[in-house]
């Protein structure tokens, strides 16, 4: 059974940075494409940043350059580094695990969620 769990969540300040966390439990972590999707009130969930199972990482436009995804295989934890945030990144945040090794979507794995919360 696989099961994530993320935490990091909070609130900031505009410009300001929170880094999420996302612990897995059961096998084939290493195996698995991982991504963060973020999902704001009214409107549809949208993927965030992707990671390959080697570490080959992709973006949405609109995080570009301010967040980043990585990954740690031996600790089974997936990271995404939130930096300049600014008040349209207010969401919540979930990780998400893949089907193969080369892409997230459509994930087979969610977990429950964390807010984000950026104030002007």
């Known amino acids: 059974q696989v099961h994530l769990v993320e935490s990091g969540g909070g609130l900031a300040q505009a410009g300001g940075s929170l880094r999420l966390s996302c612990a897995a439990s059961g096998a084939g972590f290493s195996d698995k494409a991982m991504g963060w999707y973020r999902q704001a009130p009214g409107e549809q969930r949208e993927l965030v940043a992707s990671?390959?199972?080697?570490?080959?990482?992709n973006y949405a436009d609109s995080v570009k350059g301010r967040f980043t995804i990585s990954r740690d295989n031996a600790q089974n934890t997936l990271y995404l580094q939130m930096n300049s945030l600014v008040p349209e990144d207010t969401a919540v945040y979930y990780c998400a695990r893949g089907r193969t090794w080369w892409a997230v979507a459509p994930p087979t794995y969610w977990g429950q969620g964390t807010q984000v919360t950026v104030s002007s």
């Open positions: 990671i390959t199972n080697s570490g080959t990482t």
